[in-house]
């Protein structure tokens, strides 16, 4: 939900050069969410985006800033048209090779907490995937969304093969009554912030730079399963998580300083991804030890904020080498946090 401050005109005064008094009430609005584009109804003066939005990262977020801008000089509202699954994800359903920064309802969020108004979640299918570049802009820009501006990345492309691009749509506007406005490639310390490079930082394990491409912490979240109970034996009880999306990036195997949220609660804790080498493990888990915790957590969802990597996985002499390395590590963990 946004919140908004509407000032009304004064209505008193102590008289020429005295006080006015300025009464301001909140306006707020929750963002609409549509499941196709055929569940949206048009509104008056829609200032339209489109992509995949990914991880939702600064350079997105520049698009999406422009966006409710204009939508706001023009009393109109911002429309964000996405789809789901990722168009990779169909197009090349055995070599796609994608992993997700942000699954849906994290995207949802973070959508809503940048002041977009209407998001459209269109399903993606093969079908949709052959619609030409001229169709998009009639059918689905024009009596679709009634678009009266469109907002786009740079380098932005859409249609079969990709054949639009923004030369396309400017020239096709005036024809169809609607404005084009393409954002330049933002850069972040002279290197282009771009999803696949966010991936690139996650899958080393770098969630700092990871986090300050996206402008807000990378998240997990799962349920708590069954696990076999050694860190309980070690002093640091963990909770096994099961995650929700499969397709969502994990970061490189390690030890992670990290916040915990447990019913919208607060906690320290500190995450371990990876095989448990020192007790022969082989099954990649995602563990998470909460500081100054006690209670049963099974069955329950919770959200791991990622802050900063302490260490690699490390496989010890011996389970009294590691426990020794634990205690290191929540010194670390309450330092980082």
Excluded: W
């Excluded at 197009?91 to 459209?120: C, R, Y």
């Amino acid at each position: 939900m946004v919140l908004e401050l509407t000032c009304l005109k004064p209505v008193s005064s102590s008289g020429r050069g005295g006080i006015f008094r300025y009464f301001c009430q909140p306006k707020t609005y929750r963002l609409k969410v549509f499941h196709s584009i055929d569940e949206f109804q048009k509104v008056k003066g829609a200032v339209v985006t489109t992509g995949t939005f990914d991880g939702v990262h600064v350079g997105h977020r520049k698009i999406i800033d422009r966006l409710n801008e204009i939508a706001q000089k023009v009393n109109g509202e911002s429309v964000l048209l996405t789809f789901h699954p990722h168009p990779r994800m169909v197009l090349f359903p055995d070599d796609h090779g994608l992993e997700l920064i942000t699954a849906m309802d994290e995207k949802i969020k973070l959508l809503e907490d940048s002041g977009v108004q209407n998001l459209i979640i269109h399903p993606f299918t093969r079908e949709f995937s052959r619609i030409t570049s001229i169709d998009f802009i009639r059918d689905i820009l024009v009596d679709k969304l009634g678009t009266s501006v469109l907002v786009i990345g740079y380098d932005h492309h859409f249609g079969r093969n990709r054949e639009g691009s923004f030369e396309h749509l400017r020239e096709s506007g005036p024809l169809y009554g609607f404005q084009v406005e393409e954002i330049s490639v933002q850069d972040v310390d002279d290197v282009a912030v771009s999803s696949t490079k966010i991936r690139k930082a996650l899958q080393d394990g770098d969630v700092r730079t990871a986090s300050k491409y996206l402008a807000h912490s990378y998240q997990l979240s799962g349920t708590v399963v069954h696990g076999d109970k050694l860190g309980r034996e070690l002093g640091y009880p963990t909770a096994n998580i099961q995650m929700e999306d499969k397709n969502k990036v994990i970061p490189a195997n390690g030890v992670y300083a990290c916040y915990v949220y447990v019913n919208e609660n607060k906690f320290n804790g500190m995450l371990n991804i990876g095989t448990r080498p020192t007790v022969s493990g082989n099954i990649r888990r995602i563990e998470v030890n909460i500081f100054d915790f006690d209670e049963e957590l099974y069955g329950q969802r919770l959200i791991l904020e990622l802050k900063q990597r302490i260490r690699d996985e490390k496989k010890f002499d011996d389970v009294e080498g590691l426990k020794d390395r634990l205690a290191i590590d929540k010194n670390l963990a309450e330092g980082m946090l």
